[in-house]
């Protein structure tokens, strides 16, 4: 049974920064491929980061060079860096894991981005 918990979401103004930590149980951590979404109300969710077991990263272009996405298979732990922030990032991010037997969800955190 995979396990995903977000941490770290919370109220920032804009232009500052935040962290968020997703803690994976239930899986050999290392080598699956980590990622995030997030969803603003009234929109659909939308990728914005992932990061597979060999550190290669991708990012949307609307985080590109403010958001970093890194892991830590010790921990079993993946983190958003988040920089810069404006208020269009306000959202649920939601964690993900991907396997062959397909994509898990973490239970999201709040991000809200005051202008």
């Known amino acids: 049974q995979v396990q995903l918990v977000e941490s770290g979401g919370g109220l920032v103004q804009a232009g500052g920064s935040l962290r968020l930590s997703c803690a994976a149980s239930g899986r050999t951590f290392s080598s699956y491929a980590m990622g995030w979404f997030r969803q603003a109300p009234g929109k659909e969710r939308e990728f914005v980061t992932s990061?597979?077991?060999?550190?290669?990263?991708y990012y949307s272009d609307s985080v590109k060079g403010r958001f970093t996405i890194s892991r830590d298979n010790n921990k079993n732990t993946v983190y958003l860096q988040m920089t810069s922030l404006k208020p269009e990032d306000t959202a649920v991010y939601y964690c993900t894991l991907q396997s062959s037997d397909g994509t898990y969800w973490g239970q999201g955190t709040q991000v809200t981005v005051s202008s």
């Open positions: 990061i597979w077991s060999a550190g290669k990263t």
